[in-house]
Each structure stands twice: as structure tokens, then as C-alpha cells.
């Protein structure tokens, strides 16, 4: 279906405007699912609404009643790149056993992506950037050019969802439909069941709520369905469904961002060392070397991503032949008076020849990163707001004259003065 291009301030219904949300709610509150969806599409919202759906576990419930009531009604199902195969395979069967005519993809900005995500790897250190970038941004302009949308949310489906109403004024002046809102577990199972609705693949193998692959986890008997999202993490919604209490998602905020790599503040997939990390099911965490040598079996053996940090002290010397293990090492930079961290960076890259990722943290000033880069640091922990505004604009002071030279291509001040400068 063609997007309507007229604004969406010319179509919204007076009649809406004038009932408001609250006599919405109680005019509708005993309908069933069918007719509240019905009434949105055709009396409310006639020509001005869409659907959004996940095609998860339960979503064939809602996509039934949407071909009941007018299968060319827009459907929109968010591509972020990190579905599962069974969720693809899903959208094709729904499709074709509903007669669903208006099922639209919506894909991320391969530019954000590009800049944000490079390594698809934002689920596990940002997710809600990831969310952000995969889900409400690529809604956004989607959901500006209806005056309202449909949704398969319940309230049983956690704490939060718990007051969820069949109707609800964004704070952009939009409506939200929750046809289901007052669904209970039983309530969907009875329905799928009662119209021959074709299950989600993985749904018996314990998958009770169903988004992206990386976030998505089986659920045991009697958790909260959507404990299998964002598990061990204090995420409950992707952020499209923040607004139901006023507050909408932030908007990316690439200013969090530290690390500076390859020319660009990037999100870190790496986080510091606790003292409650096991060595053995840690992940893209920095092991402090001391740990790492105390626990070294149980390290080798552990396969997930591992850093190691090197402070002040350490000598690297007594894990050069397990620098293969990990995929970044950060050196501590404590002052900036405290030279040891260069040597630590030249014995890593040039005696070691290690090839990974050498990261500089702790004090990192914009003078010291052209001496770093000398030694070997290709990544640097920035905090310091003038040397993040000296990186963004690409202003570092060079170094011309070199009294330590590094490498074949330096040569030291007053040995041979028309070679000293840097070829
Ligand atoms: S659910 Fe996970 S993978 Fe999908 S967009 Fe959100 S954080 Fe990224």
C-alpha cells in the first residue's frame, strides 16, 4: 500500500480529538479484540492506521484479526537483521495462511549501522542504542504518517504492561491500539487453537516471547513470558513502547561513546573487570593480568571474547605466549607523568608482535595519543571532553622530533639532524 502523503494534521478526526483517549477507552472498554480493531480501522482511524508487528510467538493472534477485518491494512514488521530464520520463515507462513496483502519490511539505515554497528555486536553492549537504531528510528517515519497504530501487546505480559488500555494518546498527539490488551496466556493459546493458527518454530521449544536472535533466551515454566528478553539485563522493551508513559526512547547519543578506534568514537563492546567475574563464563571483559595468571586454565578454556588489562607493574612478559587469546589489551595510563605504559605498547607490537587491539585507558590527553600511536596503541579510552573534541576535529599536535625513536623510520635528535624528522 502507498503511504498517504497527506499531513497527518489534515487527516486526524475531529471526532477523536473531541471524545479524547479517557471516553475512548470507556466507550471501548468491553468490546472485544475483533471489534476494537475494528472500530480503529473503520470509525476511529478510517484509512489511518497501521500495524506493527514482531511475527513472534504470539502474533498470528493479532495478524487473524487484522485479516478479519481488512487483511490490506499495513502491516509493518521490523527487519533489524536479527531475527531468527524460523521468525522469516514465520512472516512467509503467516502471509500466505492469513491472506495477509500489505505486509511491509522495514530495514535499519545501513549509514547508522555502518557508524554505530559495524561488528553487529551493539546487542551486547548498548542494546538500547541497538534497539534504538534497528527499531524506533526506522518506525519514526513510518509512524508519523498514520494517526495511529495497532499493537499485540497485553497486560499480562509483565508488571509494566500491567494497566495497558485498549487505547492510548502518544505524547505526538497519536493513538495506540492494544486490541489485545486484555488477553490473558490462556486467552491467546485458546485463540490459536480455536482458529487453527499455525505456532511460531521455536514456540515449544520454550520460546514464549520471540525478538531478535541475540536477545532472545527460552523461558522456564512459570517465569514471565518476556523473561527471555534481554536476560540478565534491566531491559524490558525495545523502545517503541516507551511512550505509554509520556517518556519516549532517548535518541541515540553517540556521545557515550569512549573508545576511539579507526578514526571514530564507537560503542565498547568491553567492560571493566569485577570482582563477582568468573573466569570461566566472563566475556568481553579486561581480566586485570594478575587474575588472568591465577586463573589461566579456566581462562584458555572459557572461548568467549576476553580482554586482558595491563597495569602499571605487571611485566606482559609472563603471558607472552597467551597474548593470541585476547582479542584487545589495554594498557593503564595512571598519569600523565608515567611513562611505562609506551614500553608496555612497544614490547606488545613490536617484540611480541601482537596484532590485536592495544587500547590506551586512564588518563588519555590529546598530547599523549600522537606518542601512544608511536608505540603501537591503536584504540584510546577518551573521557577527556577537550581531547574528544580535539579527535572529532582532527586536530592532534604531530611529532616531529623524536629523542626515544620507535621503529626503523625514527631517527633520535642529534645523531644525524637532516633525517631526524619523521619520513
Ligand atoms: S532486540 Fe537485541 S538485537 Fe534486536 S534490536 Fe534490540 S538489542 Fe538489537
Not at 66 to 95: C, I, N, R, W
Not at 210 to 235: F, M, Q
Amino acid at each position: 500500500m502507498a503511504i498517504p502523503n497527506m499531513l497527518h494534521s489534515e487527516r486526524k478526526p475531529d471526532k477523536l480529538r473531541s471524545l479524547g483517549i479517557l471516553a475512548l477507552n470507556g466507550m471501548f472498554d468491553e468490546m472485544d479484540a475483533v471489534g476494537v480493531l475494528r472500530q480503529a480501522a473503520r470509525e476511529i482511524l478510517p484509512g489511518d492506521v497501521a500495524i506493527v508487528s514482531s511475527f513472534g510467538a504470539d502474533s498470528a493472534v493479532l495478524l487473524h484479526l487484522v485479516a478479519q477485518v481488512d487483511p490490506s491494512l499495513p502491516v509493518y514488521f521490523l527487519e533489524t537483521g536479527k531475527h531468527f530464520p524460523e521468525t522469516m520463515a514465520y512472516v512467509e507462513t503467516l502471509k500466505k495462511q492469513l491472506g495477509l496483502m500489505n505486509v511491509i519490511a522495514i530495514h535499519p539505515d545501513p549509514a547508522d549501522i555502518k557508524r554505530f554497528d559495524p561488528n553487529g555486536e551493539l546487542w551486547e553492549t548498548d542494546p538500547d542504542s541497538c534497539c534504538h537504531i534497528r527499531k524506533t528510528e526506522p518506525l519514526e517515519p513510518i509512524t508519523e504518517q498514520f494517526g495511529g497504530w495497532v499493537t499485540g501487546r497485553k497486560r499480562f505480559q509483565t508488571k509494566e504492561r500491567g494497566v495497558l488500555p485498549h487505547f492510548e494518546l502518544t505524547s505526538d498527539d497519536r493513538i495506540k491500539v492494544n486490541p489485545l490488551a486484555y488477553f490473558s496466556d490462556a486467552d491467546v493459546n485458546q485463540y490459536k487453537i480455536d482458529h487453527g493458527l499455525p505456532e511460531h518454530p521455536l514456540f515449544s521449544m520454550g520460546y514464549k516471547s520471540i525478538g531478535c536472535a541475540p536477545c532472545t533466551s527460552v523461558v522456564a515454566e512459570g517465569e514471565d513470558p518476556r523473561a527471555g528478553r534481554w536476560r540478565g539485563l534491566n531491559k524490558k522493551e525495545c523502545g517503541i513502547h516507551f511512550d505509554f508513559n509520556g517518556a519516549i526512547a532517548s535518541p541515540m547519543n553517540a556521545a557515550k561513546f569512549t573508545l576511539y578506534k579507526d578514526g571514530a568514537f564507537i560503542a565498547d563492546p568491553f567492560h571493566a573487570w569485577e570482582d563477582s567475574d568468573e573466569a570461566a563464563s566472563a566475556r568481553y571483559k579486561h581480566v586485570p593480568l594478575p587474575v588472568f595468571l591465577a586463573n589461566r586454565e579456566a581462562f584458555l578454556d572459557n572461548q568467549a571474547p576476553l580482554g586482558l588489562l595491563v597495569s602499571p607493574g605487571d611485566n606482559v612478559e609472563t603471558v607472552q605466549g597467551d597474548l593470541s587469546r585476547f582479542s584487545s589489551i589495554a594498557i593503564k595510563f595512571p598519569a600523565f607523568t608515567d611513562g611505562r605504559g609506551y614500553s608496555t605498547a612497544r614490547l606488545l607490537a613490536e617484540r611480541y608482535g601482537y596484532e590485536g587491539e592495544i587500547r590506551a585507558v586512564g588518563d588519555v590527553l590529546q598530547d599523549q595519543i600522537p606518542l601512544m600511536r608511536r608505540c603501537g596503541v591503536n584504540a584510546f579510552v577518551v573521557t577527556h571532553q577537550p581531547t574528544r573534541e580535539a579527535l572529532e576535529e582532527n586536530r592532534l599536535p604531530e611529532v616531529a622530533i623524536f629523542y626515544q625513536p620507535v621503529g626503523i623510520t625514527e631517527v633520535p635528535v642529534g645523531t644525524r639532524p637532516y633525517l631526524r624528522r619523521a619520513h
